[in-house]
């Protein structure tokens, strides 16, 4: 990266941070989300996602030493809350089914944030001639994606549907 970085720049890679601390929060609390279901196929979701979701990070080290940055030192409070609001739903007293249905809204809540995140520091990737790094983050974006319909799937077909009839 240039010594004279301009705003734009400098937003970019702030954006990164905390991108960088949203996975790794995720790392931490999809096991627990994992424990938590009582669905295999949950379960089994967010186990495949948590191995995804450590690619993700892996991404995006590499992407810090194209740009010769650090992605320590920031916090992203916005997922630190998505989670909190995931363990709350673990801690509530409720029918197995419910606490599912539940986990998944939780799970696509922080899904609809990374989505976000992801397309913003794509665009801003894009508009900084980082053409390589937003096609990284779009590949990561594109599985995000690909998450969050598979959530669906299952709130619908599963969780859901015996939600209702327990």
């Known amino acids: 990266m240039p010594e004279e970085t301009n705003p734009l720049e400098e937003l970019f890679v702030d954006e990164l941070k905390d991108i960088y601390s949203a996975e790794n929060q995720i790392v931490k609390a999809l096991p627990k989300m994992a ?23 892996e991404r995006l080290e590499q992407i810090a030493g194209e740009l010769d940055i650090k992605l320590t030192g920031k916090k992203c409070h916005g997922m630190e809350g998505l989670i909190e609001e995931g363990k709350e739903i673990m801690e509530e007293d409720l029918e197995e089914n419910a606490i599912d249905a539940g986990l998944i809204g939780a799970a696509q809540k922080v899904e609809h944030y990374e989505i976000a995140a992801y397309g913003t520091a794509r665009a801003h990737a894009a508009m900084l001639g980082y053409n390589k790094i937003a096609r990284v983050l779009q590949q ?26 327990a």
């Open 35 to 57: 424990r938590a279901a009582s669905s295999p196929e949950l379960k089994r979701a967010f186990e495949r996602h948590l191995e995804e979701t450590r690619r993700h990070v």
């Open 140 to 165: 990561t974006l594109n599985e995000e994606g690909a998450t969050d319909k598979k959530l669906t799937q299952i709130a619908e077909n599963v969780i859901n549907v015996e939600a209702v009839h």
